[in-house]
C-alpha cells in the first residue's frame, strides 16, 4: 500500500454516546488517534434508548405503520449523535462535519426497516479526510434508488462502519462498545472466560448467528467479504490511541493472521430458541417441501432439523425456529394441515441451543463427541443436533444452560489460568 498515514473508522455504539458527558469522552478518544497521526472516519449510533422510543412512537400511532415513514422517524437518532459529536469536536480544536446517509451517498436498496447495501461512494469522504476533516456519519441509513431515507435494521450501524471502511480502504475498523472484547463465552456466566487477542471471521460469524451479541451478523459477513479488520474495544476505558502496536480489544481477521490455531475459539448460546414437532406424518417423498414451503411463505426462519422415522409408515419432523416466530410457525402449520396430515403439533419454548466454534474442528475428530460426553456426565439431555465445518450445536431444557456453558468452557480448556 504507497499511503503511509494510517486511516481508521471508530464507530460508537449507543452506551458510547449515551449522553453529552459520553459524546464528550468519546470526541477525546477521537482527538487522540487524530493527534497519533491517523486520518480518522466515525460512526455513530442513536444515544441508548433514542431508537426504541422512536420505534414505540410508530408503533402507538399505527401497528401497520408505513415503512418509508418508519425510517424517516428512526434514522433521526443517528442524525442527532452525528451533529453533537461534530460540536464536541470542534469544540476541542477537531475539525470535523456531520454526514447522513444520503449525503456520503450510502445506496441502498428499497427494502424499509432492513435494508441491504448497494455501493457507497468514499470518494469525498477520503478527500475531506486528506484535507484534515474528521468525518461524523450517521450509522444506520443510507438512501432508497428512489431517494427515500432507508434504515439497515437493528445494530445496523455495525453494518455501516464495516461498509465504510471498505469503502474508503481504512487499516481497520475500530467499534467501541460496552464490553473490552471479545470473550470465548459471556463472562457473566463463566467467570473463568477470557478476551481473544483475535479470532477469524468465520469463527466470528458463527458465534454470532447462533447467540453472541458483540457484533451484528451482517456486519461480519461484510467483514469477511470485502478482508475489513475489526477490532471490539471498550468506550469506558481510557489509555493511548490504539495502533497495530498497541491494540487493546479483540480483533476480528484473516485466517491467515492467526499463527496458532485454537481447536475452540468460544461457546455460545442462544435462549430465543422454540422447538416444534410435526408427528405422525406421512413418509412419502415431498412431505419436508409440504411443511417447510408454508413457513418460508410465511417469513419463518428454521434453524435445526431432525426426521425421525416410524412404524406403519409414518414419521416425525422436529425443527427449531425463533420464539419470536414461534406464533406464527404455528398458525402456518394448522393451516396446512390437511395438505401435511399430520397427527399432532407439539411445541416447546423453554429450550436454549448451546454451540461450541472453532476453526481447529477442521483437522481435528472427537470435538462433537467431547460435547455429547461432557454434556451425559452432568445428565443434561441432548433434544437436537446441528453441525457444519466449525460449529456443533445441542438443543437442551433452558435450566441446564448455564451448567453446559460451564461445563463445556472446562472441557474445551478454556478456562481462564
Known amino acids: 500500500m504507497s499511503r503511509h498515514t494510517p486511516r481508521i473508522v471508530m464507530k460508537f455504539g449507543g452506551t458510547s454516546v449515551a449522553d453529552l458527558d459520553r459524546i464528550r469522552a468519546v470526541a477525546e478518544k477521537v482527538r487522540k488517534q487524530v493527534e497519533a497521526g491517523c486520518e480518522v472516519a466515525v460512526v455513530v449510533s442513536a444515544m441508548s434508548g433514542v431508537t426504541n422510543q422512536l420505534v414505540g412512537y410508530c408503533q402507538s400511532l399505527s401497528p401497520l405503520h408505513d415503512a418509508r415513514e418508519y425510517d424517516a422517524v428512526v434514522a ?15 469544540t476541542i480544536g477537531v475539525e470535523a462535519r456531520s454526514w447522513l446517509g444520503w449525503q456520503i451517498p450510502l445506496r441502498t436498496d428499497a427494502a424499509h426497516g432492513k435494508a441491504r447495501i448497494g455501493s457507497i461512494d468514499g470518494d469525498a469522504l477520503v478527500e475531506r479526510m486528506q484535507a484534515g476533516q474528521v468525518p461524523i456519519i450517521a450509522g444506520f441509513q443510507g438512501v432508497a434508488p428512489d431517494g427515500r431515507i432507508t434504515t439497515l435494521g437493528r445494530g445496523g450501524s455495525d453494518t455501516s462502519a464495516v461498509a465504510i471502511a471498505a469503502a474508503i480502504g481504512a487499516d481497520r475498523c475500530d467499534i467501541y462498545t460496552d464490553v473490552d472484547g471479545i470473550y470465548t463465552t459471556d463472562p457473566r456466566i463463566v467467570a473463568r472466560a477470557r478476551k481473544l487477542d483475535k479470532i477469524t471471521y468465520e469463527e466470528m460469524l458463527e458465534l454470532a448467528s ?10 461480519v459477513e461484510l467483514a469477511m467479504k470485502e478482508r475489513v479488520r475489526v477490532q471490539v474495544l471498550s468506550s469506558f476505558v481510557d489509555g493511548p490511541a490504539p495502533s497495530e502496536g498497541n491494540l487493546p480489544g479483540s480483533l476480528v481477521v484473516d ?8 481447536l475452540v475459539a468460544g461457546i455460545a448460546y442462544s435462549r430465543d430458541e422454540a422447538k416444534l414437532s410435526v408427528r405422525r406424518i406421512p413418509d412419502r417423498p415431498g412431505i419436508a417441501a409440504a411443511i417447510f414451503g408454508p413457513l418460508t411463505a410465511a417469513n419463518v426462519n428454521v434453524d435445526m432439523i431432525v426426521q425421525s422415522t416410524g412404524a406403519d409408515g409414518l414419521t416425525n419432523m422436529t425443527f427449531t425456529t425463533s420464539r419470536t416466530d414461534l406464533a406464527r410457525a404455528i398458525q402456518s402449520l394448522e393451516a396446512s394441515r390437511d395438505v401435511i396430515q399430520y397427527g399432532e403439533l407439539v411445541t416447546d419454548d423453554d429450550v436454549v441451543k448451546i454451540s461450541v466454534v472453532g476453526i481447529g474442528m477442521r483437522s481435528h475428530a472427537g470435538v462433537a463427541n467431547l460435547m455429547f460426553r461432557t454434556l451425559s456426565d452432568r445428565n443434561i439431555n441432548i ?10 450445536s445441542v438443543l437442551i431444557a433452558a435450566e441446564y444452560a448455564e451448567l453446559a456453558v460451564r461445563a463445556l468452557h472446562t472441557a474445551y480448556g478454556l478456562d481462564a489460568a
Open 76 to 90: 433521526t437518532g443517528e442524525q442527532v449523535t452525528s451533529g453533537l459529536l461534530a460540536i464536541a469536536l470542534q
Open 210 to 219: 447462533v447467540g453472541a451479541k458483540v457484533l451484528q451478523t451482517r456486519s
Open 255 to 262: 485466517e491467515d493472521e492467526i499463527v496458532e490455531k485454537e
Open 383 to 392: 433434544q437436537v443436533i446441528s453441525t457444519s465445518e466449525i460449529k456443533v
